[in-house]
């Protein structure tokens, strides 16, 4: 009885004194909304702009599926998105001395979907990467740049998104 209640004991020690050195994850369950504001770049006439929000959920540590909806001016797009997290990026700037890794998430993003626009509906497609900073456990702000197949709206037209993000 007295070896059990030992072994009990260290394990409780050893149990708690790994588990305060854990951080809790900034990015948990995700809702964000961005808004893609139009941006003129070098060979490129202008970029989508419009409002663009997203519920993610993540089903492991490094990948997260969800829904995204994209308002613009001709239609709407709504899909499925899947999000490719790289935790390398993250590990590389926690070893700068003035930044902490834990905070950013870099990912790389695509959506397949729905477009409606001019009364008709069209498969469409996102893709881009995107980089989150989480300042806290409930907030912080994203900036992603996509490429948008988006028939009746647009042809593979690019998008930058800036803007808050919310953990819960």
Same mark, same amino acid.
């Given at each position: 009885?007295? !070896?059990?209640?030992?072994?009990? =004991?260290l394990? =409780?020690?050893?149990?708690?004194?790994? &588990?305060?050195?854990?951080?809790?994850? @900034?990015?948990?369950? &995700?809702?964000?909304?961005?808004? *893609?504001?139009?941006?003129? =770049?070098?060979?490129?006439?202008?970029?989508?702009? /419009? *409002?663009?929000?997203? @519920?993610?959920?993540?089903?492991?540590?490094?990948?997260?599926?969800?829904?995204?909806?994209? @308002?613009? &001016?001709?239609?709407?797009?709504?899909?499925?998105?899947?999000?490719?997290?790289?935790?390398?990026?993250?590990?590389?700037?926690? !070893?700068?001395p003035?930044?902490?890794?834990?905070?950013?998430?870099?990912?790389?993003?695509?959506?397949? /979907?729905?477009? !409606? *626009?001019?009364?008709?509906?069209h498969?469409?497609?996102?893709?881009?990467? /995107? @980089?989150?900073?989480?300042?806290?456990?409930?907030?912080?702000?994203?900036?992603?740049?996509?490429?948008?197949?988006?028939? /009746?709206?647009?042809?593979?037209?690019?998008?930058?998104?800036?803007?808050?993000?919310?953990?819960?």
């Amino acid at each position: 009885m007295r !070896k059990l209640f030992v072994v009990l =004991l260290l394990s =409780l020690f050893t149990n708690f004194a790994y &588990t305060q050195n854990a951080q809790n994850p @900034i990015f948990s369950t &995700t809702t964000f909304t961005v808004t *893609a504001a139009p941006i003129s =770049l070098p060979g490129v006439e202008q970029t989508l702009s /419009g *409002a663009q929000t997203d @519920i993610m959920l993540n089903v492991t540590d490094n990948n997260a599926i969800g829904q995204t909806t994209f @308002i613009t &001016t001709p239609g709407t797009f709504i899909g499925g998105r899947y999000d490719r997290h790289f935790p390398s990026v993250q590990n590389y700037l926690d !070893k700068l001395p003035s930044l902490n890794g834990y905070q950013f998430q870099v990912y790389a993003t695509a959506s397949f /979907g729905v477009v !409606k *626009a001019n009364s008709e509906n069209h498969w469409g497609e996102r893709a881009g990467f /995107g @980089i989150r900073y989480g300042n806290n456990n409930v907030w912080g702000v994203g900036l992603e740049v996509m490429a948008n197949n988006l028939p /009746g709206i647009s042809h593979w037209a690019p998008s930058i998104a800036f803007g808050p993000n919310f953990h819960f």
